[in-house]
């Protein structure tokens, strides 16, 4: 895999990034920029290269239909302002076409003829087989974006070179989505500690391990005292921790009381202990951005299902696609 520094990039060079660009808008006001923040060094470093970035991506799940809410015009402003007018192109939502989604061969021929170069910079949609994501590497040359290489070396280092004890916190709703991620770091974690609702659904061999929510309870939105103080055990004794999904409906002040207190605890740990936390996932990213802890973490990964998907497996479509793009 090629990385952005290796791009032969000069004045006037068009290069396609494929951006995460999904992000909440409401009445056409940007409602949360961590996304679009994590894709700006990647296009200043191309600004400065003499390069025009043509910023990609897509925006909510149009299917295939034009829709005003999902325009990518309400981003202008934004770039406008952290790159300079004139300096890049922004390109409309990638999703207006059902081409893309399909992995259409003539769509990835059509992105590719705007550029001279592809950059993916986007982790969170490289487990999709699109045409902005794979179809296009077969015909530019093609570079993994800072960001994304960020992600493979910060994930990489949890999955295959952690610090021991080596503690990982799991959340959210879905257990099926989890149980991959559970599996693959079952025979090498310390600690493995599953919310209520994950805990309530679980029905397989519990480990040594394994550290389940003392109120397994279906209806439960949060994990209670006891499981919090269970929790903050574990990773006090931990050096590296990698957390995925809230511990509770955190939309709701009410439920927030554990993911606050542990999210408080992890940050405490990282920047006073030297802990190497790694967190991520659209929830868990809005709920620590909601507490505004996002810089007081070691890393925190862009992707929601690409991260868990990555820490199962080890690769993406996305990535493999700039592993074996042919060399143009």
């Given amino acids: 895999m090629k990385t952005l520094s290796e ?34 060094n990647t296009l200043k470093y191309i600004i400065d290269k003499g390069g025009m970035p043509l910023i990609a991506g ?7 239909q034009v829709n005003e809410n999902l325009s990518t015009k309400y981003l202008l402003p934004y770039f406008d302002e952290k790159l300079g007018e004139g300096k890049f192109e922004l390109l409309e939502n990638l999703r207006f076409d059902s081409r893309e989604e399909t992995n259409d061969e003539k769509f990835s021929e059509e992105l590719a003829s705007k550029a001279e170069l592809f950059v993916n910079e986007s982790f969170a949609t490289s487990h999709r087989q699109h045409a902005s994501i794979v179809g296009i590497t077969r015909f530019l040359p093609s570079y993994a974006g800072m960001t994304l290489e960020k992600e493979i070396e910060s994930l990489s280092r949890v999955m295959n070179n952690p610090e021991k004890p080596l503690a990982v916190l799991i959340g959210g709703v879905k257990l099926e989505s989890k149980l991959p991620i559970i599996e693959r770091f079952q025979p090498i974690a310390d600690f493995i500690m599953l919310s209520s609702l994950l805990s309530a659904n679980w029905s397989k061999e519990i480990t040594h391990n394994m550290l389940l929510a003392d109120n397994r309870d279906l209806d439960s939105k949060d994990i209670n005292d006891n499981t919090r103080q269970k929790f903050i055990w574990a990773l006090e004794k931990s050096k590296t921790i990698l957390w995925a999904g809230p511990l509770g409906m955190y939309e709701e002040e009410e439920f927030m009381a554990g993911t606050r207190e542990i999210a408080q605890k992890i940050s405490e740990l990282t920047q006073n202990k030297g802990v190497y936390s790694v967190v991520g996932g659209g929830d868990t990213v809005a709920a620590i951005n909601k507490l505004e802890l996002l810089d007081k973490f070691s890393f925190v990964s862009t992707g929601g299902g690409a991260m868990l998907q990555f820490l199962a497996e080890g690769t993406l479509l996305g990535i493999e696609a700039l592993n074996t793009c042919p060399k143009l």
């Fill in 58 to 64: 897509h925006m909510g799940k149009p299917k295939g």
């Fill in 7 to 40: 791009a032969p990039i000069k004045q006037g060079t068009k290069v396609f990034v494929r951006c995460d660009i999904d992000v909440p808008i409401e009445r056409g006001v940007i409602q949360e920029k961590f996304r679009l923040d994590s894709s700006l």
